[in-house]
C-alpha cells in the first residue's frame, strides 16, 4: 500500500525560510513521479513544484512557484524536500504532496493530472 507523510509545516514570519518532506512509501519500484501542492484559504489547489523520483530530466515549478520555491530529493530516503525561501503571507496554506507510478511530471501542465496518492497534508503560516 502506497503511503504519502509530508511534514515540516508551521507558524514562520514573513521573509523566513522552511523545508517541507514527503516520505514515500509502498512503491514496487523507485520510479515514481512525486508533486507538492497548496490550497490557500477560500482558494483552490495549486501546483507548486513536482520531480521524478530518478530522472532529473522531470522537474517542473509553476510561474507563481519559480524562484522562491526549490524541489528536492533523497533517493535512498525515498523522501522530496520542498524548500520555500522569502516566504510571504500569501503563501499561507495547507501544503500537499501526492504521488503517482505514472509519471505525472512528465508534462509543464503536471498539475492538471490525477494524482493517484495524496498526504493529509502540513499547515503554513506565514505571519509576524
Known amino acids: 500500500q502506497v503511503q504519502v507523510a509530508e511534514s515540516g509545516g508551521g507558524l514562520v514570519q514573513p521573509g523566513g525560510s522552511l523545508r517541507l518532506s514527503c516520505a514515500v512509501s509502498?512503491?514496487?519500484?523507485?520510479?515514481?513521479?512525486i508533486g507538492w501542492f497548496r490550497r490557500a484559504p477560500g482558494k483552490g489547489r495549486e501546483g507548486v513544484a513536482c520531480m521524478h523520483s530518478t530522472n532529473d530530466d522531470f522537474l517542473y515549478y509553476t510561474d507563481s512557484t519559480k524562484g522562491r520555491f526549490t524541489i528536492s530529493r533523497d533517493s535512498a530516503k525515498n523522501t522530496v524536500y520542498l524548500q520555500i525561501s522569502s516566504l510571504e503571507p500569501e503563501d499561507t496554506a495547507v501544503y500537499y504532496c501526492a504521488t503517482d507510478a505514472r509519471n505525472r511530471c512528465a508534462h509543464e501542465r503536471w498539475y492538471t493530472w490525477l494524482w493517484d496518492y495524496w498526504g493529509q497534508g502540513t499547515q503554513v503560516t506565514v505571519s509576524s
Open positions: 509502498g512503491f514496487t519500484s523507485d520510479d515514481f513521479a
